[in-house]
């Protein structure tokens, strides 16, 4: 059994290769570009340690790891693109160094590029591995849209919200340590818990984003308080508070996003604490990270062989950042 | 024994259903959309003749078949976003019609879609079918990208642009009969003669196409002559005109490039009768499709078998439009 960080080291040791040796350069450097701007490579270590929950991690794991970790920067490259990001993680976006049809290219040929990793296994599961692969692959597109259509959209409910964060993040987590109990020769049932762990466990990661971008300390997070807030992101804090203000409160809401004053995000942030949202988002997320962990416990393995999963979700659960 | 009119209709008969029934419409209905303006449909059923050029079409040979029918409009869903198309077969582009974001992930969606068709085979041939696959898809962006690259640099060596079409172009049409002829159980041999059979008929239909645009008879090909002259395209023509041409020629070509002026088309085209450039594409078309019936004639079936390829090729190659 090996923890986060030591799956972590050797996972990120295997994938920091340069994956797109192919020419034109003018197509594939792009591509190691994107990759070369880190990330903490979560899913693929989960999808390893979800393997090793069962039994020790087969090679077709690495492979399938590789294959979701490609997959995952393929959505961020289009996702920039769509939102017009001129960052990602402090460096400047593919599509504003090398042009919009080249990252679109370079996330085309990354997403091809993961198949290639998913066909390279050579267990049994390649026709059950790609059809989840595919499943979440297609909700992940459907979160991004919805996404989307809800900024277009002043009136989203908790419902709606909750299912656009469930396909957008939570699926691809799931996804990602249902293949690796497959992998780990996991039966049905236990490879379902382990969807559900993942499920949960991404909502409860949401909510405390959310929480963290309006509530968190700003030198801990390493970014400005209220960013959601500030270009008037609806956010499990924001929904909650528009569904239960009162009309003063809902007209002051509404009256803050539309004039964007200097006081934005201070007086938002103080509507959110009188109406409790604050302590209400806290409380969330501590439920789904309940259901996750009642998931986890249901899984028929000795439990020592949670530990590295327990103590990983603890460890992201108390971030401050 | 089929001819491609035959399986052209049992295959739109199949194709032309709703292959995007899921939520949310608003990134299934621009996908729906795009399939729905029609298209030849000649690869998946060139694919499908390949198999019965060995055997009985079986019913993985429908859905590859499919697939690549789905990843060649993914294609050109993602290629009209690039080259900022407004018409696909005169009517409106998808990121016209839905906005540049739904259309990138329209197309992402109608990848993944046609991964999913090549999983629902039963033979035991899906990880050589997806390993091709995944070649040609990488190919395709390749190609897409150096024609983007071309854009930007006036010397582009005739070796350089018929690279460039094969990729972007040839390719497709030689793994779909590759394809075809793996699932219709054809040896090694058998399989590589149809893959060249494909790549040089790919080639000779570009430069007729090429060809068509310049010379073609404008009642005929269904649009103005002399479109690509008009938008300083690199063709077959006007690299053989910028290789061949003396000093006084490229100074002539270069400047009407330059300036646009009304009777640039007729000028041009005076410039490529002048130096024999029409003949030559002629010529050089008929030479790969010489090359390509010659791999036809390696193929060990019996004789008979290989009538409907050779009528289609031959129909093909007549047109004048």
């Known amino acids: 059994m090996h923890t986060f960080e030591t799956l972590s080291k050797l996972f990120i040791a ?13 197509l594939y ?10 990330g903490k490579r979560i899913r693929p270590v989960m999808c ?24 995952h920067n393929f959505t961020l490259i289009h996702d920039d693109i769509m939102d017009k990001a001129p960052l990602r993680r402090g460096l400047t976006t593919v599509h504003i160094k090398y042009g919009e049809p080249t990252a679109l290219l370079a ?12 066909n390279r296994m050579k267990s049994g599961h390649l026709q059950k591995v790609i059809h989840l692969f595919n499943k979440t692959a297609k909700e992940v597109c459907e979160g991004q849209q919805l996404d989307m259509d809800f900024e277009q959209n002043m009136q989203v409910s908790m419902d709606e919200y909750l ?14 340590l249902k293949l690796g109990a497959i992998l780990g020769g996991a039966g049905d049932g236990n490879q379902q818990h382990m969807y559900e762990f993942g499920r949960n466990l991404g909502i409860s990661f949401q909510i405390q984003d959310d929480y963290l971008d309006a509530f968190g300390d700003p030198a801990k997070v390493g970014k400005q ?13 924001m929904i909650k508070a528009l569904e239960s203000c009162n009309d003063d409160q809902l007209e002051q809401l509404t009256k803050l996003m539309k004039e964007n004053p200097d006081d934005k995000v201070e007086r938002v942030l103080e509507i959110f604490r009188s109406l409790g949202v604050d302590k209400w988002a806290i409380s969330l997320k501590e439920q789904y990270m309940e259901k996750a962990f ?23 659960m108390q971030r401050e950042y």
Chains 1, 2 share one sequence.
């Not at 069962?54 to 399938?64: A, K, L, Q, R």
């Not at 308080?225 to 804090?237: C, E, P, Q, R, S």
């Not at 009642?294 to 992201?316: D, F, G, S, W």
Request: charged share 25%.
């Open 14 to 26: 295997r994938f920091d290769t340069k994956h797109f040796t192919g020419k034109p350069v003018t």
């Open 29 to 38: 450097e792009p591509a190691d570009y994107f990759l070369s701007l880190g």
């Open 48 to 71: 390893l340690m979800a393997n090793e929950l069962f039994d020790d991690i087969i090679e077709d794991t690495w492979n399938v790891a590789t294959a979701i970790e490609l997959f």
């Open 107 to 118: 996330g085309d040929v990354m997403l091809v590029t993961a198949y290639d990793y998913l």
């Open 163 to 176: 299912h656009m964060i469930e396909l957008k993040t939570s699926v691809l987590l799931a996804a990602s």
């Open 225 to 237: 308080a209220g960013g959601d807030i500030k270009v008037n992101k609806k956010t499990f804090l």
């Open 294 to 316: 009642q998931h986890l416990e249901e899984i028929a393995v000795l439990n020592v062989r949670k530990e590295p999963l327990r103590q990983l979700t603890y460890a992201l």
